[in-house]
């Protein structure tokens, strides 16, 4: 890997950057609306969950230009009859416009925007590649996680579901950005040691298999390892013999101080049952069993729904590459633009990838039983139907960040809440629930 | 996001810190021997690329920890009877062991290692995550990309492949790793900036439908583009209606100027058959068609296959995210350990993941059609089959680099000219070849 230093504002497309210079040459300083939002629903999902805002807006923030990154540039053939004024604009962008945008951990459904820009058209595309790609791996990994997260926690018992995806990412950065989505969307933690520190997540970790086979024997492995954590003593068993090694575990002069076990492999309902039943009948019960493995939210629903003695899950791969659907959906699409005051809705008409037109709010409905009943895309300067509330607002003006920073925990603790307004029926694991989403008049007749 | 900086040493697994602790605080100093590979080849692959080389040395070769590193792991619990020993240890980490190496750009297969790490255990056990991470998404993203390549030029036409996948890769830093991933496998360039800096990788572009649709029609779209790009004028045709658009095309006043149209949606074969009947009638022979929109290795054989006269394809979401399979499968095991001089195998036999035990090397041959026939795994101190070559060669010793730095394009011709090598089955998109590998009945025995 070359040394030189990298910086984000070169993490885009080369289109966004002759777009832009394009713009900036042409004079045209209309003010535009991006909406970036979700296309098509993956087939059997019924929910979405809105993850990213936070590091979109650290992003928007704080794009600069290097004098490196504009040397690179100007090497490009393509930019060989660029005029100064782009490059003045690079040197001296700082992004000035508005944004608005669903509240961070929001239920959203295909078709609203999560997101919107409105500013001068050549600020505005510059941050199509990066949102879209912050975006697109935080809603993934959430909306995934979230099915996870409730698949394990359906009887009602509490079991908590934890990352350990961080090697099975898409790189060293997935990984974080990974784990940071799965704990909004309510796993209680995650393995990843700088998601821990960057987002105040809980850090947890057992132990790996070459821990215990670097030993002569399981019982030696045990015992270091206890030696040097003895209040996190969380012993893997299932190397050699598994049911042997828990039973082995039970004679342990330090058998009181073990935290849980881990199984990772093998039948794990069953092992999971003959785990507890030994440790129960050596007076074991406070032992707790956690289980890891290929695991997703099927496979889970299954544990759970026969019962199996599993208090904690280790998810990763499924989870972290949301392996069923594993593209987000999400687009950045011009829907309006103002020039000299007058106002143009946008729309694209390829064959299926037509757009809806215009800068719009999102109104969702509550039921009497404080579930979402259904939502109404409308134009923003539409009135707001009755006993709704909207979802999205102004988070930043002229540039300036117009709300608080929020803590991962915040977020956290607001899709947990979002999500337990959802109809029964969205966390069907296979027959997507149909979530009543409907247009304005007014946008219906815009998108004749 | 939090403003704390990010160190790449703690983008890892807590559990690796935890481990590499217990083995400094119990003197574990053995030598072990780590490999990284892929545990089962995916359904309908027959060959994969190995990819990443670059990264690991760069991170094995830079891995350090900060004293805020330090300060935030003695903040957590896990390590509150941790000793100074462990500290100084990450202060003073420098890794020091060995490293054996596939040449990036090799093909591979299941169950052969790409990667060995020789060195003590606490400091070959640090490495894990960000190695496995690093190796997934590139090994992964090129496999992927290399059937891609391979069905666009099943003709011998040449037509090329670009990568414009950022937006939908995992996060902005995967879009880099996936665009190096993509060239390295023969693509002929990519869309991503970054990559194309940090990389030396030709960069492409073309312009998004918000462009056409910013201006009152697409003829000024299309000339306002012209007028700041005259050599680099690709026409992007599909934001009305596509054949029109190419109609009015013929009669513009910098029509030989024009490069390249894009097609990005509707009908490919039939819109590239009539855009290139209605450019040649024109005498515009000259000006290429690009063809985007969801493509994949399935949909460009299919027309490929057809003949459509399409000139490049720019792929995205597919290829970045190997959505077909998009998630690797290496792994990084513990294989030998090595204490005064005793050398001891070392195996996990759990159900279904068991690993084969010994430092390997592996020995491909190669027939007289100058094809790869097969390959040989043998214990590194194994006597070399004859006629074969080893795919493994060490490329750190002492923790110092071996071999020289190489840049992306001479990987790419090595991955270019390994292809070249597979028998030809291996290309077939649905039926895998059973490339041959064998053991050597020395590793046989060590199995049972």
């Known amino acids: 890997m070359r040394t030189r230093q990298r910086h984000q504002a070169l993490k885009t497309d080369l289109y966004e950057l002759t777009m832009a210079a394009g713009y900036v040459q042409n004079h045209m300083s209309s003010q535009a609306v991006f909406e970036l939002y979700w296309r098509v629903m993956p087939p059997n999902r019924s929910f979405l969950i809105a993850c990213g805002l936070e590091q979109a807006l650290s992003y928007i923030s704080s794009l600069t230009f290097s004098n490196d990154d504009i040397l690179f540039l100007k090497s ?19 992004f000035g416009g508005d944004v608005y945008a669903m509240r961070e951990g929001e239920v959203f459904f295909a078709d609203e925007p999560i997101l919107q820009v409105v500013a001068p058209i050549a600020e505005a595309q510059l941050l199509e ?5 912050v975006f697109n791996i935080e809603c993934l990994v959430a909306s995934k996680a979230a ?16 990352d350990f995806g961080s090697r099975r990412a898409h790189g060293p950065d997935a990984a974080v950005l990974a784990a940071r989505a799965a704990y909004v969307a309510g796993c209680a ?3 990843n040691v700088l998601a821990g520190q960057a987002f105040d997540i809980p850090l947890y970790g057992t132990i790996a298999h070459s821990w215990i086979s670097a030993y002569d024997d399981e019982q030696e492995a045990f015992k270091r390892y206890h030696d040097c954590f003895p209040d996190h003593t969380i012993l893997l068993v299932d190397t050699y013999d598994t049911l042997k090694a828990v039973k082995a575990m039970t004679g342990l002069d330090y058998r009181d101080q073990i935290k849980a076990i881990r199984l990772d ?22 032992v707790k069993i956690i289980a890891s493995g290929g695991l997703n939210e099927y496979k889970i629903k299954e544990l759970v729904q026969a019962g199996a003695p599993i208090d904690s899950f280790g998810v990763g791969t499924d989870m972290v590459t949301s392996s069923d659907y594993s593209a987000a959906d999400l687009i950045y699409k011009l829907v309006q633009i103002e020039t000299d005051g007058q106002v143009k809705y946008k729309a694209k008409r390829s064959p299926r990838k037509q757009t809806v037109p215009g800068h719009k709010q999102i109104y969702r409905g509550t039921g009497s039983d404080h579930r979402f009943s259904g939502d109404k895309v409308c134009l923003k300067k539409e009135e707001a139907p009755s006993r709704t509330r909207p979802l999205l607002m102004k988070v930043m ?31 069907d694991l296979k027959t997507p629930y149909p979530y009543p989403l409907e247009y304005s008049g007014h946008l219906q007749k815009l998108m004749i």
Chains 1, 2 share one sequence.
Do not use: M
């Open 265 to 286: 492999s093998g039948d794990l309902f069953n092992l999971s049952s003959e785990s507890r039943r030994i440790l129960d009948a050596a007076g074991l019960s406070r």
């Open 129 to 133: 590649t990066y949102l879209l790609s």
């Open 76 to 94: 490009l053939d393509v930019f060989k009859h660029t005029k100064e004024d782009f490059w003045d604009f690079l040197k001296n962008f700082s």
């Open 397 to 427: 003006e002229n540039g300036k960040r117009l709300i608080p920073e929020k803590t991962t925990a915040e977020i956290r603790q607001y899709c947990v809440d979002a999500k337990k307004c959802l109809p029964d029926g969205a966390f």
């Open 189 to 191: 933690g995650t393995s």
């Open 147 to 162: 099915r996870i997260v409730h698949a394990a926690r359906e009887d009602g018992l509490g079991r908590s579901v934890v």
